[in-house]
């Protein structure tokens, strides 16, 4: 399993559609294969901060077919505009647990 965990700033004031339009696009994730979970997190001490978390069976489910796929450009389409700058996104596997 490889969990993709990107960061994202988000414009203030727009906590709120940013989570609304993420919660829209779950399905887009749900139908990829190779999809596992996703999970949205807040920081406390900076609310324009979040975690996106997803989990993939292996890292090209998410770089050669979410990546390359209309759920993509979709998915940037409802999200995007909220960003105040590009995703930091880094790819993981478990050592230890």
């Not at 709120?16 to 993420?22: A, D, H, I, V, Y």
């Not at 749900?30 to 596992?36: D, M, P, S, V, Y």
């Not at 390359?68 to 993981?92: C, I, K, Q, Y």
Request: charged share 30%; aromatic share 12%; hydrophobic share 40%.
């Amino acid at each position: 399993m490889i969990r993709e965990i990107a960061t994202v700033l988000i414009k203030p004031g727009s906590e709120t559609p940013f989570e609304r339009n993420f919660v829209t696009a779950i399905p887009l994730f749900e139908r990829a294969k190779g999809w596992r979970s996703v999970r949205l997190e807040r920081s406390v001490e900076n609310p324009q901060r979040y975690l996106i978390i997803i989990v993939w069976e292996t890292l090209e489910d998410h770089i050669v077919g979410f990546r390359n796929s209309d759920d993509h450009r979709r998915w940037r389409e409802l999200v995007g505009s909220f960003f105040a700058s590009p995703p930091l996104v880094d790819h993981t596997e478990t050592v230890f647990e």
